[in-house]
């Protein structure tokens, strides 16, 4: 379709998603939140990462497993 919009994120988004859950890591009073909070920040800082280094490309119809070598762990 030529008049389709394609949209991405960018990595100001990221970033903050990654600063959100870095600050919840460290709020969170139980541990079972603090987990998931960690786990959200170990994925926001794969796709950091992975865009900042031009490895992940945003938008693209490729399924995100093909990026697990990007986490770092």
């Known amino acids: 379709m030529p008049d389709e919009c394609h949209r991405t994120a960018s990595l100001a988004y990221a970033t903050w998603q990654l600063q959100r859950?870095?600050?919840s890591a460290a709020e969170l009073g139980d541990v079972?939140?603090?987990v998931r909070a960690q786990q959200k920040m170990r994925s926001w800082q794969t796709v950091v990462s992975g865009m900042?280094?031009?490895q992940l490309s945003v938008g693209t119809?490729?399924?995100a497993v093909s990026y697990t070598h990007l986490r770092a762990h």
Do not use: E, N, Q, Y
């Open 32 to 34: 079972a939140g603090r």
């Open 61 to 63: 119809r490729a399924p």
């Open 21 to 23: 859950a870095m600050a």
């Open 52 to 54: 900042a280094s031009g």
